[in-house]
Antibody, heavy 120, light 111 residues
């Protein structure tokens, strides 16, 4: 049973880079059936897809964030990561990793999410 | 403002049926059968309930059903149960550069 678990700092200073990892258990991140992605939810607000990547490097990003977002896959650690640069208070949100079956655009498995607060 | 429009709240009594609408445009809901629905009880991660408009993942009760007409998709929950109380989000593929858009969410209250 595939499971996802986010990890990373819960507090990031403005203008710095937010970095999170998602550990995949119960399966291999090299599974070509999936894209590995990130979705965030600011407190009290709705969901926002940030981007998704396959293990081979094909990536799709939300253009509203594209210049600041990087998703990468580390097959040796069975993890994928999110980097969001130049953060502001508006980037305070619960960040969740999620899987998307290749060729589709829904998210069939989610991590529990981790709250990241941007504050000095 | 979310790309897809959902009612902020709906409610129903146990045993009743409720329908949550999700209105988009011809660039998303109206042109693609790529609508999905997610259930999010308070403090938990979203759970996929419906994909590709009307398909249920394994383990999702058949009380949950999805449909689409024109630019509006709908999630219907029949035989409402207390455990169904949650926020529900719709999502769709879009031909715009954003690829995926979400609705603003609907809070379902079981009276």
């Amino acid at each position: 049973q595939l499971q996802l678990q986010e990890s990373g700092p819960g507090l990031v200073k403005p203008s710095e880079t937010l970095s999170l990892s998602c550990t995949v258990s119960g399966g291999s991140i090299s599974n070509s059936r999936y894209f590995w992605g990130w979705i965030r939810q600011p407190p009290g607000k709705g969901l926002e897809w940030m981007g998704s990547m396959s293990y081979s490097g094909s990536a799709y990003y939300n253009p509203s964030l594209k210049s600041r977002v990087t998703i990468s896959v580390d097959t040796s650690k069975n993890q994928f990561s999110l980097k969001l640069s130049s953060v502001t208070a508006a980037d305070t949100a619960v960040y969740s990793c999620a899987t998307t079956p290749r060729g589709y655009w829904y998210f069939d498995l989610w991590g529990r999410g981790t709250l990241v607060t941007v504050s000095s | 403002q979310s790309a897809l429009t959902q009612p902020p709240s709906v409610s129903g009594s146990p045993g009743q049926s409720v329908t949550i609408s999700c209105t988009g445009t011809s660039r998303d809901v109206g042109s693609y059968n790529r609508v999905s629905w997610y259930q999010q009880p308070p403090g938990t991660a979203p759970k996929l309930m419906i994909y590709e408009v009307s398909n249920r993942p394994s383990g999702v009760p058949d009380r949950f059903s999805g449909s689409k007409s024109g630019n509006t998709a709908s999630l219907t929950i029949s035989g409402l149960q207390a455990e169904d109380e949650a926020d529900y989000y719709c999502s769709s593929y879009t031909s715009s550069s954003t690829y995926v858009v979400f609705g603003g969410g609907t809070k379902l209250t079981v009276l």
